[in-house]
């Protein structure tokens, strides 16, 4: 079992504030694939790995009181439930999750960090029902840069890469998602790929600032100055500086019957 490198703890309010800028660059691209399933009142849904939560009250939001969202997390400090939106602490792991019972089925940054991805992505196939849709959204940090040449801030970016390896991740996992999504039978699989050139201190930059941040320590174990992660930081807040965030992949499939 691999070390999630992003817990909450020991810097609960740093991820916190991760979250939420990844929520305000995601979110959109998410809930565009999502709406491509057809997603409509009273289906039922599984948010995995929910973090902080706005997918899963988007999904309450559009499957209405006729339908049902059950979120869960191995944190769930940061979930509230509702009267349509149950939570539940769950690790994907090692737990059992209820078998084809689910119209729609969402992980989103949960494969990439896990060394079991391929037997938590089967369970979440089969929590599916047939006929339901299974969308995954992950990312390929190959393509985090900025604007100009800059080796220190490269092999900043780089830190990232064999720390999540380190740990048993794939930084790498997006454009694999729907390999990944036929291999498990899913029919009708479809792909948007989210890369922009942000400013610096904007949502998506601020998430790699606090990125950078989290990994820090690990990082200089990896053999990367402390000051080269101090200035990595400075530069994606800077907004002269344009900011390339990891590419987003979003695949979506269908579960055959």
């Known amino acids: 079992m691999g070390d999630y490198i992003l817990s909450q703890d020991p810097d609960r309010e740093t991820e916190r504030r991760r979250l939420e800028m990844l929520q305000r660059y995601q979110d959109a691209p998410t809930i565009r694939c999502l709406e491509q399933t057809g997603i409509t009142a009273g289906w039922r849904c599984l948010d995995a790995g929910a973090g902080a939560g706005s997918i899963s009250r988007w999904l309450a939001s559009r499957v209405g009181p006729s339908g049902g969202v059950l979120a869960v997390d191995l944190d769930t400090s940061l979930l509230e439930e509702s009267d349509n939106l149950g939570v539940r602490q769950h690790d994907l792991r090692t737990g059992r999750l209820p078998e084809g019972v689910f119209d729609l089925v969402h992980t989103r940054l949960v494969l990439t960090h896990l060394p079991e991805r391929e037997d938590v992505l089967d369970a979440l196939v089969r929590a599916c029902r047939p006929g339901g849709w299974v969308v995954v959204g992950d990312i390929d940090y190959s393509t985090t840069g900025i604007d100009r040449p800059d080796e220190e801030f490269e092999r900043v970016c780089d830190s990232y890469n064999v720390v999540s390896a380190k740990a048993g991740g794939d930084?790498?996992?997006?454009?694999?998602?729907?390999?990944?999504?036929?291999?498990?039978?899913?029919?009708?699989?479809?792909?948007?790929?989210?890369?922009?050139?942000?400013r610096g201190g904007?949502?998506?930059?601020?998430?790699?600032?606090?990125?950078?941040?989290?990994?820090?320590?690990?990082?200089?174990?990896?053999?990367?100055?402390?000051?080269?992660?101090?200035?990595?930081?400075?530069?994606?807040?800077?907004?002269?500086v344009g900011v390339y965030s990891p590419s987003f992949w979003t695949v979506w499939g269908r579960r055959p019957g």
């Open 171 to 198: 930084p790498v996992i997006g454009p694999k998602l729907p390999e990944m999504l036929h291999r498990q039978g899913l029919v009708d699989v479809q792909a948007e790929e989210f890369r922009t050139l942000v």
């Open 202 to 240: 904007s949502a998506g930059a601020t998430a790699l600032s606090l990125t950078f941040e989290r990994i820090r320590e690990r990082a200089v174990e990896a053999g990367v100055p402390d000051a080269s992660v101090a200035r990595a930081r400075e530069l994606v807040m800077d907004p002269a």
